[in-house]
T-cell receptor
C-alpha cells in the first residue's frame, strides 16, 4: 500500500532532550516536507527536500534540522526541544513540489508535547 | 509576497444549506491552487485542484484571477462534510497553506 509513515505517533518529552521523528514513504517520491499544525495558525512548512541531499528551509525552520540521505526517509530532528515546539507534525511527500498533478501525500501526524 | 488567506476560522451551516469556503491568494506568477481536507482523526488529503476543474464529493472551486480567489463551494452541505479545509498555493519550491477553515454541518 502506497503510504507515508511517521514514528512515533505520540511523544511526550522534556526540554532539551534531543529527539528524532522519522518519516518514510514507499512511493519513490522525490519531494518531501515537514509541517507543523497549530490552532489558529494552520499548517506551516518547516523544511522541505527536493531530492536526496537537497534540503531547504520552509517558513518556520528555527529549532529543527532535517536530513535526506535516502530518497524514502526524511527525519525531523529537534536537537534541544522547547515547549513552543509542542505541536502536531506532519510529513508529506509528492513526485514534485505540489504543482499540477503532483498531489502531496500526508503522513498520519506526530503529536509532540515538550514539557 | 506569496500568501494564502482563509478569512473564516469556523463556518457553521445546516445540512442541505449551500456552503462557500473562502480563499484569497497573493502570487505574482500564474497560480496553481488546491483544496486539502482533513476529516476528524484522518490525515490531510487532496480534495481538488484548480487545474483539473473537477467536482469532488459535490465540491467545486473556480479560480478567479481578477479577484485572486479560489473559493470552495457546495450547493447542499452534508454532515459528513464536517472537516478542516485548507486552501493551498504552489509557490516557488513549496506548497503554501492557508490557516484553514473548520466546516461544521449540523442537522
Amino acid at each position: 500500500e502506497a503510504q507515508v509513515t511517521q514514528n512515533p505517533r505520540y511523544l511526550i518529552t522534556v526540554t532539551g532532550k534531543k529527539l528524532t521523528v522519522t518519516c518514510s514513504q514507499n512511493m519513490n517520491h522525490e519531494y518531501m516536507s515537514w509541517y507543523r499544525q497549530d490552532p489558529g495558525l494552520g499548517l506551516r512548512q518547516i523544511y522541505y527536500s527536493m531530492n536526496v541531499e537537497v534540503t531547504d528551509k520552509g517558513d518556520v525552520p528555527e529549532g529543527y534540522k532535517v536530513s535526506r540521505k535516502e530518497k524514502r526517509n526524511f527525519p525531523l530532528i529537534l536537537e534541544s526541544p522547547s515547549p513552543n515546539q509542542t505541536s502536531l507534525y506532519f510529513c508529506a511527500s509528492s513526485l514534485g513540489p505540489g504543482g499540477r498533478d503532483n498531489e502531496q501525500f500526508f503522513g498520519p501526524g506526530t503529536r509532540l508535547t515538550v514539557l | 509576497a506569496q500568501r494564502v488567506t482563509q478569512p473564516e476560522k469556523l463556518l457553521s451551516v445546516f445540512k442541505g444549506a449551500p456552503v462557500e469556503l473562502k480563499c484569497n491568494y497573493s502570487y505574482s506568477g500564474s497560480p496553481e491552487l488546491f483544496w486539502y481536507v482533513q476529516y476528524s482523526r484522518q490525515r490531510l488529503q487532496l480534495l481538488l485542484r484548480h487545474i483539473s476543474r473537477e467536482s469532488i464529493k459535490g465540491f467545486t472551486a473556480d479560480l478567479n484571477k481578477g479577484e485572486t480567489s479560489f473559493h470552495l463551494k457546495k450547493p447542499f452541505a452534508q454532515e459528513e462534510d464536517s472537516a478542516m479545509y485548507y486552501c493551498a498555493l504552489k509557490g516557488c519550491g513549496a506548497l503554501i497553506f492557508g490557516k484553514g477553515t473548520t466546516l461544521s454541518v449540523s442537522s
